[in-house]
Every structure is written in C-alpha cells, then in structure tokens.
C-alpha cells in the first residue's frame, strides 16, 4: 500500500491537479492555440545554440570518463565548478573557487541536499509569502517544518522586522527567492541589509549561524536594467541556490549548483556534510554530461528580450482592461490582485473564459493569481479579448 | 551549523573514507598504475560508441523542448519509457507500456521515489546481507528502518526463511540486488520463487500487500551464459528498479527507470503517488536529454566480455595463491572470504602491498572483502606478486 504521509496528494482535493485535467479536455476541445494557459513556468525560449555546439564538442574531445563517468568529487567536475565560480566572480565582484561550488540536480535538488545537511527533526526554516510552495518539501524532507512570513502587499518586498518576529531556537535558515517565484519582484539590496542585520544579530544572541538561502533560478532574468544583489555580499552566512533551467533553458537536464562561501561557518563540515546528503538522498552526482556543458557556456543566455517583450504586452494590456498588477522587475510572472476575493473563484471563472492561471494560495498569498508569462507573444494578444470578457463578466455580477 | 544527522559521517570514525585518503596519498607517492585498486565500483569499460551518436543525432533532429524540457509527465519522456518497455517484452515475455515505465535519476533515484511512495516512519524494509549500505539511507529518508538478513554462505543465496522471522506488521518491502554487489551471485529461480512464497502468504496475512523491490543496475553482467530471472514473473507485487551506470557505462549521467507493473496492489495510486514523490524529493524528472539517449540505445551494450576476461584472471589468479574467492555468475565484483578473520585488519594489510579492497562489514558482512575486478586487464596481472607477498605474509604470522 501507499505511504498515509502520500495519500492526501493521491486520495485528497486534487486542487490545481483539477484545473489541469480541465485545461487538457479544453485543449482537446478548442485547439492549444485557443487556450491560453498562463499557468506554466516552463521556458517558453529555446536552449541557445551554444549550448548543442558545447555538448557535440564534448563528445568528440574529452574523455569518455569524464562524460559519463562519476565525479571524482560528490560537489562535481573540477572544471565545470571552477568555470562557474569564475563567472560568478567575474560578475559580483566575489572570491570564489571550484572549492565554494557543488553542482547540483537543478535549484531543487540543490535545496533538498543543503537542508539534509543542517536540518534536523524539529526545526525550522522561515520564508516569505507568497513563495514557492515545494519549498514545504525540501524542509519536510529532511524533518524541519516551513515558517511563513505574511506576505507585504503592496511591494511584496521581504519584512525582515515581520522575519524576526518568527525566529526561534529551532530556526536554523530563511529562504528568499528573488527574482520571486510568483510575484517577479527584485528583492531590494536594502530588504537584504535588513535580512543579514537581523540574522547577524540573532545568530549572536543564540550562537549559531542561522543560514540564508537565496534561491536563484531567476537571477538573469531581470529587466529595465535592474540589478539582482548578490546575497552573500549582506550576510556572512548565505548559501546559494542555483539553476540553469531558465538561464539557459535546460530545465529537463536538471542542472544547477549551490555555493558555500568561505566565510559561512564550519565551511568545510558544511561541505563535507553535504558531500555525504548528495549521495544518502540517492542524486550522486549533477548529470555529468550537462555539468560539462555548463563548462563551456557559463556566458551564454536565453533571449531575456522576448520574455521582456511579453511582460510588457501583458502588463499594458491587462492594466488597460483594469486588471491591478504588480509591475514585474523580474523572473517570468505578472502577479495580479483578483478583481474578485476569492482567487480560487477567479481562477474558475477565468477557466470558463479557457484562460488559466494559478491561485494566489498555492503560494501562501489569497487573493492574486499568477500569470506566467513565458508563452509565445501572440498568445498574449490573442488573450486580451478573453480576460476584458472576463472583466466585464466580474463587473455586471459584482 | 550543520544537521545533528549529520554529525557521525563528518565527525566520526572516517573508516573507508580514510582508507581513500591513504590510496590518494599512495597514489601521488607511487603513480596510479603501482596501486591495485579493486575497491571503486565504477565502469572501467566506456560507454558505447551509440550513445555518442545518439546523442548527436538528437541533437540536431528531435524539438528542443523534448530535448531539455520538463518532462509532460513526471513519469519521464512517452517515447523512452515506451522503448524500455519493448526492450523488456522482447527480453522477458513481460506486457509492460509505457505507463509501467517510471524513469528516475538512476536507480538510486528510483529507489529513493519509491521509498517514499510507500515508507512512513515506524515501518520496515528487509534485506539480505551482504547488501549495498547505501540502502539504509535511502529507507530513513522516508522515515523506515533496513532489517538484514544474516549472510547465507557459502553460496549467499537469499534465505526465505530466514526472511520470513524478520516479517511483522511494519514490513513494507523486501529488497533484492541481484547479481549481487558485493558477492556477484545471481539470486536463482528457486530462491525468487520462495521469496514470492513467503511474500504472498505474509501479505495475505496482514490484508495489503509486502512490495519486492528488485533492484538490478547488474543485470547485463551475467557471465557463463548464465540467466538472471526477472523478479517480475515470481510474484505480483515486485517493483525493479533499474540503472544504465553499469550497462551502458554512464555512471555519471544518472539514468534508470522504475518497473511497476499493472498487477500491483493499487497501481492508480502507487503512480500517482510516485509522480508526487519524484518532485517532492527534488529530483522533478529524469535527466532529459539522456532519457531520449536511452530510447536510441536500449539495445546496445557495454563490452562484458571485458568484464569476463578480468573476473576469470582474477579468480583463477587468487585461487592459484590459496585465496578462497566465491566464483562471481554475475556483476564485476569478487567476493573474497579473508585469510585472517578481521577484515578490516587484512584490508589494512593488503594496503600496505598497494592493494586496495572494501572490508565485508561495510555490506553486512564480516569476514570478507569485496574485489571489484572493473580495472584495466593488466592491473590484474600486475597485482598477483602483491597478493603473493600478502599472503605469505599472513602465512608466515598466522
């Protein structure tokens, strides 16, 4: 029989699970170029051609070992985390060395062999809604619980005052994630200060490093110049969680890194620990292949310009139907506040209209729904008529 | 600071692990080729040539979001689950689709997705010693306990009856490795008949169903035109777990699959739940690219008869030398009983003439030590005049 902790997600209210079934029927139906499905995170921007070019020169050049061969590091190939800490440090300012990565099975995998390796039953680990929801996963799985911060409306900036309130003995890491996952807000270098001012303090007062998480699949997609700080630059004790998924589009290869500063506590227990949970959780190692490719295209990048031309367009466009939104700085999601209360019920009503987007609940935050928008450009256009039906649905009934 | 879980394996004794810090040292001191390393259960044989042109051919033929997409189902790429399932009805009379094919981040992967979907905390797996002790870990990563057999030899079969005592009402699965690391057997039709045996008697006992989880990364290695029974055909209630690390020599790419077939207890579920697991772990899916890689290659093979030439070189020369080997049907690894009784003592001794072998009590089983024979042909040869010496040694103090 199934695990009891797996039957609520088999047996229980399948949710979004739902709204899925409907959207394939309504696919089935209309045709998938008259559903508008903003509901995705998928990049909707191809790998670029670097990317083929670097793998195809691999195979032809380095030896077959180190292609398919387990890592003799737990943290990766040598080269590939070297060609990364170079980047990073090319980009931030930073020190880095091959040393201060470990490649990882994507951000995901990253975050679950990180808080096996400083959770324990009992502990906790703080975020900030609206968030990511499998975040209740990763910190499950190593036996900690998720800690909640109420989300910041209108700004949805991280409170760090709000943050302290919910610290304890028991709390060993907060998780931010900027550009956020749903919302596409930057968190701001002065959010940052004030999240390192506050753990700073609080590691003092209890005498133990209480980590920062910054999880980053986002980084690179950031628009109108906008600058995404560098977290390990505000607080001491911050580690790092990395994936190429969006930056180079590679989200099925599952490929992706954490950095552990030199300067976070027990460095090399940290990363000795973590060496052990990569393989107790049964990754091993980051897909070598992908590691390498990864090598070789550190500066290479998806076409932010056409996920920014999107964001424009639906932004415009929503806003001039009378939609309230939050003006997107970063990631791939315009997070819009339901003309109606219930986000749920928007989001119903939406579907009736065959486009679909993600109640605000699924992120810890009643009340908006995410519209992703890493689709092709037309369907952005050809979704307007649908949401001003929908607009003008809400204001003859409400 | 790190997790208190984690504190033994950074912390305490480093037992094999400072056995590889000696081989490192020994290693710069004396060149790669005067070390005997028979300790590493990494392919020595490369991947075949078709990967590499697989991978080419996919490249430039197959939509780049097949190629690095997230999979539409969690379950893995349609086109590569449905190639395995062929390859496993050509192989196996089996009647598997596509829809029995989970693929995993190799087998570790699928074993640790599995756990999951069916351990909670308080429950019990059972294995047979010897046994891989990276089991352990991936059952209390979902909360269960690993219960062992004793070890059976001479001829380390599992032993059903044996099994059946270690049975109560927290037994959830019984784990299987066969051809067997870390003692080459090939588990016989008759022993996988009486597991089956007992399974359904105890299931039907307690009212749900006792899973076996075959798990077979040494399947291909089969020596001697021996067969290796699959696990499936004996009892309802098998689930295989499977990995291409071994067959196809692509340790580092982490690519297997998980069976589970229709007539299983609850198959909706136990999928559905499965596909809950493989995200909520972080694993999200199976390495895009080299799942399609697989699709091309479900055919082709490593060269085992590489592997063959050096277990009969190995075993011909240890038995010349008075060594008492157990003759390896399967697998790369021989199992040795040692001259002295403490293993770990004549692993040290055996360093000490360059040779390097894995203690039995690191599977479960002292008195013994592993030789794994995936080594250039030629360190073979060259190692005999150590073994000689070691065992004069031994013959000379005992």
Not at 31 to 38: D, T
Not at 40 to 64: C, F, H, Q, R, T
Not at 233 to 250: E, F, P, Q, R
Request: proline share 6%; hydrophobic share 40%; aromatic share 12%.
């Amino acid at each position: 029989m199934i695990a009891k902790a797996m039957e609520p997600f088999v047996f229980g209210d399948p949710g979004i699970g739902a709204m899925f079934d409907v959207v394939a029927k309504m696919v089935a139906e209309y045709g998938e170029e008259n559903v508008y499905n903003f509901s995705i995170g998928n990049p909707s921007e191809p790998a670029p051609e670097e990317v083929k070019e670097a793998i195809k020169a691999i195979l032809d050049e380095e030896p077959m070992k180190r292609i398919h061969g387990y890592n003799a590091s737990s943290s990766g190939d040598a080269g590939a985390r070297a060609a990364v800490a170079e980047h990073l440090n090319r980009l931030h300012g930073t020190a880095f060395t091959a040393d201060n990565i470990m490649m990882t099975v994507g951000a995901a995998g990253g975050l679950n062999v990180l808080f096996k390796t400083i959770l324990d039953p009992g502990t906790e680990v703080i975020t900030f809604a609206p968030y990511f929801g499998d975040y209740n996963y990763y910190v499950e799985n190593s036996g900690g619980t998720l800690k909640v911060v109420a989300p910041n409306a209108p700004t949805f900036q991280p409170d760090a005052a709000a943050m302290e309130e919910l610290i304890n003995e028991n709390t060993r890491a907060v998780i931010i994630n900027s550009p956020n996952n749903p919302t596409g807000v930057i968190y701001s270098e002065q959010s940052l200060k004030e999240i390192g001012e506050v753990l700073a303090r609080k590691s003092a007062e209890y005498g133990y490093a209480i980590f920062l998480v910054a999880d980053e699949p986002y980084r690179e997609l950031a628009y109108d110049g906008k600058v995404v700080p560098y977290a390990t630059k505000y607080y001491d004790n911050t580690i790092v969680a990395y994936s190429y998924s969006k930056s180079l589009s590679l989200p099925g290869d599952r490929i992706g890194y954490l950095v552990f500063p030199s300067e976070i506590e027990q460095f090399d227990a940290m990363k000795k620990a973590a060496e052990c949970a990569i393989r107790m959780l049964g990754f091993i190692n980051a897909p070598s292949l992908i590691q390498l490719a990864v090598e070789k295209c550190v500066n290479a990048s998806t076409n932010i310009a056409a996920y920014d031309r999107n964001r424009k367009a639906l932004y415009e466009g929503l806003k001039g139907l009378g939609y309230d939104c939050v003006y997107p700085d970063g990631a791939f999601y315009l997070w819009m506040k339901t003309p109606v209360e219930d986000d749920g019920e928007f989001a119903q009503m939406a579907l009736k209209h065959r486009i679909v987007v993600v109640p605000g609940k699924a992120f810890g935050c009643p009340g908006y729904v995410r519209v992703a928008y890493c689709v092709p450009f037309e369907m952005i256009g050809n979704s307007m008529p649908a949401f001003k039906d929908l607009m003008t649905e809400i204001q003859d009934n409400y």
